[in-house]
């Protein structure tokens, strides 16, 4: 009943490769979606929220501004901190609700936990394996540019407000490198399943 972090910087591929896990029969738990649950409308996360930020950051119905929310943090580490010590306990709580889920459900599954802040919020958490979607800056900096439509400037805000790349690498047990074409992703992912029992065993004694 392997448990592997999924994680890669903005614009890395990472969704590619968890959508191609899931066509192979992976659990695939997403560490955003679970952000977006934990704040829905009467939750005791956007209680929290509010009390922190102000009303302000609420829609009229009722929901989170999280685009409001974002700029208002973004840039400010003491708000950042603030703002992850309300969501980060929730997201675990739900995300280790879920793990139990799937496993419950079928003991021989893969779960695989799509989470972008791997290195700042759970790396000690205990993984069979490590995956990092992998592309270079640059590479993500187009992307923002030409995919998601954000000015140069807002790019690389974006790509320097997270850990560098470095810091994902030295966590990795596989790199999936997602600087060529989809297919190429792709085909590396299908070579990450066949291996995967192998690679979860060697592991294992590494870590044993």
């Not at 649950?37 to 119905?61: C, H, K, M, N, T």
């Not at 929310?69 to 708000?79: E, T, Y």
Request: negative net charge; glycine residues 6%; charged residues 30%.
């Amino acid at each position: 009943m392997p448990l592997i972090a999924l994680t890669g910087g903005i614009a890395s591929g990472k969704s590619t490769i968890a959508t191609r896990l899931a066509e192979h029969g992976a659990v695939v738990v997403d560490a955003d979606a679970i952000v977006r649950d934990v704040q829905q409308p009467g939750s005791p996360v956007l209680d929290e929220i509010v009390r922190e930020f102000g009303a302000d950051v609420i829609r009229p119905d009722g929901s989170l501004d999280r685009a409001g929310l974002g700029a208002r943090v973004f840039g400010d580490d003491d708000a950042i901190a603030r703002l992850n010590r309300i969501v980060h306990p929730a997201v675990r709580a739900e995300s280790q609700r879920r793990f139990d889920e799937a496993f419950a459900a079928d003991p021989d599954a893969v779960v695989v936990y799509d989470v972008p802040l791997l290195v700042e919020a759970r790396v000690d958490d205990p993984w069979e394996l490590i995956v990092v979607a992998h592309a270079p800056s640059d590479v993500r900096l187009r992307r923002l540019v030409e995919f998601r439509g954000m000015s140069e400037t807002d790019a690389a805000a974006r790509v320097a407000s997270q850990v560098d790349d470095s810091a994902r690498l030295a966590v990795a047990d596989v790199v999936i490198d997602t600087t060529g074409t989809i297919d190429d992703t792709i085909r590396q992912v299908d070579e990450l399943w066949a291996r995967l029992p192998d690679l979860v065993a060697r592991n294992a004694r590494g870590s044993g």
